[in-house]
Structure formats: structure tokens, C-alpha cells
């Protein structure tokens, strides 16, 4: 199983980054996907996840900024982050879980999202 996080960078305040986890080594189309961020210091969070039917939840601190959405044609996950803030920056990590890995968390190795002016 890989995922492969791209999409990261320095960001101004109020400013936009698209997100792009490309998968292999398992069935994309079977299983849940989901970003989760983590920040110096702090504990690692789900920022949003995309479940196989397409229902979508979102972390009380993204919601309304941020979109989740896959491609299962290009067995590819993306987040949309919008009106990005300071307290976005951390690395965003991509996961999945489900039948296609024995529900097994998989995780990919992040990308940084720094947002400052």
C-alpha cells in the first residue's frame, strides 16, 4: 500500500491549496479515505473523510472551508482547503482504511501546509 501526498507549501493567510493523495497496492474504489493534519506539539487530527458512497464528514475546524472529494478513476484523493489560516499549518497526512487493506489503517509520509504572511 502507498499513498502519495503532493500539494503542500507556503500559503498567505485567506489563500487557497489543493491537496493530492495518488494510491496503489490496494482496491482505491473499496475503501474509506481521509486527511488528518498534525501540528508541532499537538496530537494528530482528522481534518476530513471521503467514504466509499461518497458521504463526506469534516473536522469542526475545517468545516465549510475545506472539500474533500476522489477520483476513482486515478485512484486519487484530493482536499481543497480554502480561507486558509495560520492555524492550518501542519502536515496533512492521507489514510485509508477498509476491506481492501483488512481494515487496516494505512498512512502516507504528509506534506507540509505552512500558512503565514
Known amino acids: 500500500v502507498q499513498l502519495q501526498a503532493s500539494g503542500g507549501g507556503l500559503v498567505q493567510p485567506g489563500g487557497s491549496l489543493r491537496l493530492s493523495c495518488a494510491a496503489s497496492g490496494f482496491t482505491f474504489s473499496e475503501n474509506t479515505m481521509a486527511w488528518y493534519r498534525q501540528a508541532p506539539g499537538k496530537t494528530r487530527e482528522m481534518v476530513a473523510t471521503?467514504?466509499?458512497?461518497?458521504?463526506?464528514w469534516y473536522g469542526d475546524s475545517v468545516n465549510a472551508r475545506f472539500t474533500i472529494s476522489r477520483d476513482n478513476s486515478k485512484n486519487t484523493v484530493y482536499l481543497q482547503m480554502n480561507t486558509l489560516k495560520p492555524e492550518d499549518t501542519a502536515v496533512y497526512l492521507c489514510?485509508?482504511?477498509?476491506?481492501?487493506?483488512?481494515?487496516?489503517?494505512?498512512w502516507g509520509q504528509g506534506t507540509q501546509v505552512t500558512v503565514s504572511s
Open positions: 489514510n485509508t482504511r477498509g476491506p481492501s487493506t483488512s481494515y487496516i489503517d494505512y
Open positions: 471521503i467514504t466509499v458512497g461518497g458521504n463526506t
